[in-house]
């Protein structure tokens, strides 16, 4: 167990609609990652948060947006859903920013949009 | 584009012998990582090499680093049938706040 709870593991939707992917990162850990690995790629970098506050950004599509909560949790939200979209959603946090420690991952979020 | 890329992408060897991946990136970087992902399963974190290592061991893995190359390589001793997973190689980019993983090599092991 990693310590980071991302929910819900699984999520169907349709195209078009609007979903909220949610990650609590371990205690004490103040830098949340988002990630998306569709089938056979890697995994893409989305959007880093550090103490609330964005500090990178990868390739995010205008239609994704995130924040990091006071208490440190975050929020991935999808809008405007495209089949393409379906993907699994990880969530990886650290205790600092910066490639200066390991990241610890979730379990993920698995969309699947029809 | 990505930062890192693996090769190859996918290995099978027989149970026992040693495996050994590599990862090339484009800029400078401050560490390397190496992470494992069972099947669906969320990443974990096998070892960290400093920009200013060369090499480092961790019970039965060796990783290599060559700045001037801009290439690790990530060595598996006596592989065993539960090291079966994908292994990416993560680094940074210029030194900034983004963590940029590859594509990963499959590592199947066979009994």
């Known amino acids: 167990d990693s310590g980071v709870t991302q929910t819900p593991k699984h999520l169907i939707t349709a195209t078009g609609q609007r979903v909220t992917l949610r990650c609590s990162p371990r205690s004490g850990d103040l830098s949340v990652y988002w990630y998306q690995q569709s089938l056979d790629q890697g995994l893409q970098f989305l959007i880093q948060y550090y103490n609330g506050e964005e500090r990178a950004k990868g390739n995010i599509l205008e239609r994704f947006s995130a924040q990091q909560f006071p208490d440190l949790h975050s929020e991935l939200n999808l809008s405007s859903l495209e089949l393409g979209d379906s993907a699994l959603y990880f969530c990886?946090?650290?205790?600092?920013?910066?490639?200066?420690?390991?990241?610890?991952f979730g379990e993920g979020s698995r969309l699947t949009v029809l | 584009s990505q930062q890192g890329e693996e090769d190859p992408q996918a290995l099978s060897i027989q149970e026992g012998e040693n495996a050994t991946m590599n990862c090339s990136y484009k800029t400078s970087i401050n560490n390397l990582q190496w992470y494992r992902q069972n099947s669906g399963r969320g990443l974990v974190h096998l070892i960290l090499i400093r920009s200013n290592e060369r090499e480092k061991h961790s019970g039965r893995l060796r990783v290599t680093l060559d700045t001037s190359k801009k290439s690790s390589s990530l060595l598996i001793t006596a592989s065993r049938a539960a090291d079966t997973a994908s292994y990416f190689c993560?680094?940074?980019?210029?030194?900034?706040?983004?963590?940029?993983f590859g594509k990963g090599t499959r590592l199947h092991i066979l009994p």
């Open positions: 993560a680094t940074d980019v210029n030194g900034d706040d983004k963590i940029i």
């Open positions: 990886a946090s650290s205790r600092w920013t910066g490639n200066t420690g390991e990241l610890f």
